[in-house]
């Protein structure tokens, strides 16, 4: 089945598949622009299987595009906007991608950008006046020096040069071709890039989305976490799409203010976000402005567990249920997951049908019945693997099996509670914190003579960093040095990413082999009293 099809062949074709805005785009419309995108990609010489990157936001233009990549045969790479351009770049240099569709701010970097080798189009999408001009003096300035074979086009411009070029044959994909590659930082930091096939997306649609979701044909749904993320991605572009409802797009990155004005004007019936969002939801509607939940038939949540207390009051406040579930960019989406009428709050719920699950202990035999243990999943929606990384699959991807990174217990009822992390990478703001990348940036200051990055949580039990530091002058004072590595955080690190508590230490744990016991300092914050440390607020999940 090819992804075109499975979406627009469903009738009728009049009703309206994307609330943008103010734009109502319907099922034809969108299958027009999505014919001209597969045009220009031909025109522009794209080949099956080159991967073309979409550095856009929340939009109709990502939307016909993901369609018009994939169904050509060719692979889509949705980048998250909420990157610096470094790590961007980094993305585009891992897939070797040679066309990138991308937003106006993006065109002067992207047409001058150096270490882009493999980039040789790059196709600007204009959404105001403005930014036509930003597009064509980037592309003045990179006509009159620009060496390589790099071409600069806008999107408009593209469409109208390809327009009397034939449209292109859609092929059933072979059974590993691959489609679309989702990147997530894992343990490194580094980028991993999942590859998955449009069969990924099918299997669920027709697990999670048809067991948990049930959608109904007028369900209007709207997802704070955005495309280039595979649970946004599920949300908002594959479970409304393929089922022929509507999707809510927002091009703002979504807060508070963002989402609430979004729920007045296009009233959800199914809403998707992580945890901290729920959170900044609820004090926003407690004191700034009433949110019009009056539509909604219940909330999602992913990313990070849903601390109980947090469900309960999002059911008590917005009268709906919030069905915690878990999923992974690895898998594609859920493989747990709460269901109606059956949530317990502070599990991840119950292992949806089509996927299996085994607990692990650390020898790799199965944990007693029980007892906590490192989750392995298997479903037919796996990826195929990281995008040219072998080791980091082999070991990631073992007999069919997927290593998820996670500690799980089951109880007797079937349903099951995240424990934890295995390795020491942890999420804030539902996006993924690298204790070493932190630590790195910190011990820049030549008042630190090491540093250590864990896990805490925040007065609302929502996860955040702590940082435990040995000074290199012991004598210092703590208050300035906390002050000027709070400076250095800020300058160096997104919010997210800042530690919200400092510890001054004169040890830290070691194995024998010299690495650093972080579930040691977890342990230590466990046992103080709850810091009353901010949540990371401003962050929102891209
Ligand atoms: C953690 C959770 C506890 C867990 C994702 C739904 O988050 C998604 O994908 P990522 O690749 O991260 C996967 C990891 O995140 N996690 C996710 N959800 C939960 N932990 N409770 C939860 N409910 O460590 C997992 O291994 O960024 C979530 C659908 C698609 C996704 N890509």
Redesign the pocket.
């Known amino acids: 089945m090819i992804l075109f099809d499975a979406i627009f062949s469903q009738e009728p074709q009049d009703k309206v598949a994307i609330r943008f805005e103010q734009q109502r785009i319907s099922y034809s419309e969108l299958r027009e622009r999505t014919l001209s995108v597969a045009r220009a990609l031909s025109f522009l010489n794209v080949e099956r299987g080159d991967r073309v990157a979409l550095l856009l936001n929340d939009s109709l233009e990502f939307v016909a595009s993901f369609i018009a990549i994939s169904s050509y045969g060719a692979i889509a790479v949705p980048v998250n906007m909420g990157l610096g351009f470094e790590e961007q770049r980094t993305i585009l240099n891992d897939c070797t991608a040679s066309v990138a569709i991308a937003e106006a701010n993006l065109a002067g970097v992207l047409a001058a950008g150096e270490q882009l080798p493999s980039l040789r189009t790059v196709v600007v999408v204009d959404r105001e006046e403005k930014s036509t001009t930003e597009t064509q003096s980037a592309q003045r300035r990179h006509s009159d020096g620009a060496a390589g074979p790099r071409r600069l086009w806008s999107l408009e411009e593209v469409l109208a040069e390809s327009v009397s070029q034939a449209t292109p044959a859609f092929i059933d994909p072979a059974d590993d071709q691959p489609c679309c590659i989702?990147y997530?930082s894992g343990s490194t930091g580094e980028p991993k890039g999942a590859v998955h096939r449009q069969a990924d997306m099918f299997y669920s649609n027709e697990t999670y989305c048809r067991e948990v979701l049930k959608l109904r044909a007028d369900d209007r749904v709207f997802s704070s976490s955005r495309l280039p993320?595979?649970?946004g991605f599920?949300n908002a572009f594959c479970f409304p799409l393929l089922n022929g409802c509507t999707t809510i797009l927002c091009r703002e990155k979504p807060n508070a203010e963002v989402i609430s004005s979004v729920f007045a004007e296009h009233q959800p019936t199914i809403f998707f976000g992580v945890p901290v969002i729920y959170r900044l939801l609820l004090d926003h509607h407690r004191d700034v402005a009433r949110l019009d939940f009056s539509h909604l038939r219940f909330c999602v949540?992913?990313?990070?567990?849903?601390p109980a207390r947090l469900g309960e009051e999002i059911e008590a406040v917005f009268g709906v249920e919030v069905l915690?579930?878990?999923?992974?960019?690895?898998?594609?989406?859920?493989w747990m997951s709460n269901y109606q009428g059956e949530v317990r709050y502070g599990s991840?719920g119950k292992l949806i049908k089509g996927y299996e699950a085994r607990l692990l202990d650390p020898e790799g035999k199965p944990s007693p019945a029980g007892a906590e243990g490192n989750l392995w999943v298997k479903g037919a929606s796996a990826a195929l693997g990281y995008w040219n990384k072998p080791e980091v699959t082999a070991a990631t991807f073992v007999d069919g099996w997927v290593r998820?990174?996670?500690l799980y217990r089951q109880d007797a009822d079937g349903y099951w509670y995240?424990m934890g992390?295995s390795d020491d990478c942890f999420?804030s703001s539902?996006q993924?914190v690298s204790p070493v990348e932190v630590e790195g940036a910190l011990l820049k200051h030549a008042g630190v003579n090491r540093i250590a990055v864990v896990e805490d949580f925040d007065g609302n039990g929502l996860p955040c960093a702590c940082a435990f530091v040995i000074k290199t002058n012991s004598a210092a004072d703590d208050a300035w040095l906390e002050e000027q590595l709070k400076k250095l955080a800020r300058e160096k690190l997104p919010r997210f990413k800042q530690p919200r508590k400092y510890v001054f230490v004169d040890e830290l744990p070691y194995t024998a082999t010299g690495k650093i016991q972080r579930f040691k300092l977890r342990e230590r914050l466990k046992e103080s009293p709850r810091s009353n440390v901010q949540s990371p607020m401003s962050a929102t999940h891209s």
């Open positions: 989702f997530t993320f595979s649970y599920g949540s992913a990313g990070e567990a849903l915690d579930g878990i999923g992974s960019t690895e898998m594609f989406h859920m991840s998820t990174g996670d995240h992390r999420k539902g993924w």
